[in-house]
């Protein structure tokens, strides 16, 4: 071979061998990026409540999280077997202050804000059924109370209590059996 011919195929074989690694360089760092969007999400559980920003929308109640046992829900006619919360707030599915909520199995629990909260309705139909449950409530000053309600019956809370009290917020539901 000429002299010429070899300097020219070892600068071709220079600049393949260049092209590759810059390649597989570009390859890598590619992978790499898309590597780090494909992740899983993390399957450790949040609580945050499915659906949550289409229920404020809805229902202009914010739900924050829960263990999937206390779910809102359209309120029936006539309103038996769901928990009732009264608002005198544009509040519910109809706008009437009226939120529902069922209770799936034995107990539930819920973090959410309904404020000027003046009624909640326990689930059960008639005396001695419905689920134990336990509000959690803050006024605008942030006097924090918690009230146990009546299983199968309304129990009036802050300006629906007599004398009236400060306007409350609904902060937590928990039911139990």
Do not use: W
């Not at 074989?13 to 390649?23: F, G, Q």
């Not at 409540?49 to 263990?67: C, E, R, T």
């Not at 000053?141 to 309304?154: E, F, K, L, M, Y």
Request: aromatic share 2%; with cysteine.
């Amino acid at each position: 071979m000429r002299p010429i011919h070899r300097t020219a195929i070892v600068i071709a074989a220079a600049t393949t061998a260049t092209a590759l690694a810059a390649t597989a360089a570009v390859t890598a760092a590619s992978g790499a990026q898309s590597g780090a969007t494909d992740e899983q999400p993390s399957i450790v559980e949040d609580y945050s409540y499915p659906g949550a920003a289409q229920i404020l929308a809805d229902y202009h109640v914010q739900l924050i999280s829960g263990d999937g046992h206390l779910l809102i829900t359209p309120c029936p006619s006539p309103v038996t077997g769901v928990i009732v919360v009264q608002s005198s707030q544009t509040v519910g599915q109809q706008g009437d202050g009226s939120v529902c909520f069922r209770v799936l199995g034995t107990s539930g629990h819920l973090t959410l804000k309904i404020p000027e909260v003046f009624s909640i309705r326990g689930d059960g139909a008639a005396a001695g059924q419905g689920h134990k449950l336990r509000a959690e409530l803050t006024t605008d000053a942030g006097q924090h109370s918690t009230v146990d309600v009546n299983p199968s019956g309304t129990t009036q809370v802050g300006i629906g209590t007599t004398p009236p009290g400060a306007a409350t917020t609904l902060l937590q539901l928990d039911a139990s059996a």
